[in-house]
């Protein structure tokens, strides 16, 4: 059955440095997502990714972060400069319609931790 | 503002039991409503979803009940066994993006 990978599985970073999670969507998906949870919290829900730009992003994506898919597989967030807060379990996924409830394929995760 | 929560943080069943996760949600426009099963250090995992025009859908041992009157969706599990303790969260679609409610950790006691 196709996988979302991520990697590295898990990322040690000072504050202030920049991180770039990395992310192989599903082949023939067409649309990326970025979630983060903060541990023991909700998945929340970070930007959306179609037709190589943005289609939506929330409140927590602001102007330190940025997604890009450079090549044809890879799917990557950065983080320019992290914070504490950053700290958190960074999710990709992907789906191939905007709307399939159970199309969607999350990935095992990056665990992010900020020093 | 919109937003998709559980009533219930924590559920503890019995092996063998059935097992009933509820959430409540407040988007009217949403399209569709997931079930996601997340194990510990793991991503989340799809269980079933349903459309809005519907209000249940079954799958193996699941079933999902939607009551667009009062905003509610639940999800059962038949026969729980070990293997399903995990965090349950409720998610919906909408727009261009897919928001989780808050989670329930459902314990299988042997």
């Known amino acids: 059955e196709p996988e979302v990978t991520q990697t590295p599985s898990h990322q040690v970073t000072q504050m202030g440095q920049e991180v770039i999670l990395r992310c192989v969507p599903i082949s023939n998906h067409l649309y990326f997502y970025w979630y983060r949870q903060i541990l023991g919290q909700k998945v929340e829900f970070l930007v959306s990714?179609?037709?190589?730009?943005?289609?939506?992003k929330s409140e927590i994506f602001d102007d330190q972060f940025s997604v890009e898919r450079p090549d044809g597989s890879n799917f990557t967030l950065k983080i320019r400069s992290t914070k504490l807060e950053d700290s958190a379990m960074y999710f990709c996924?992907?789906?191939?319609?905007?709307?399939?409830?159970?199309?969607?394929?999350f990935g095992p995760g990056t665990r992010l931790t900020v020093l | 503002g919109e937003s998709v929560g559980l009533h219930l943080p924590t559920l503890s069943v019995q092996e063998g039991d059935n097992s009933i996760i509820n959430c409540a949600y407040s988007?009217?426009?949403?399209?569709?409503f997931i079930w996601y099963k997340q194990e510990s250090g793991k991503g989340p995992q799809f269980i079933i979803d349903?459309?809005?025009?519907?209000d249940k859908r079954q799958g193996q041992r699941v079933t999902v009940l939607l009551n667009k009157t009062v905003k509610h969706l639940s999800l059962q599990i038949a026969a729980t066994q070990p293997g399903d303790s995990a965090v349950y969260f409720c998610a919906e679609t909408a727009f261009n993006n897919m928001r989780f409610g808050a989670g329930t950790r459902l314990t299988v006691k042997p």
């Open positions: 996924a992907s789906s191939e319609a905007r709307l399939a409830g159970g199309g969607w394929v």
């Open positions: 990714f179609y037709n190589n730009e943005i289609s939506e």
């Open positions: 988007n009217s426009a949403s399209d569709y």
């Open positions: 349903i459309r809005s025009n519907m």
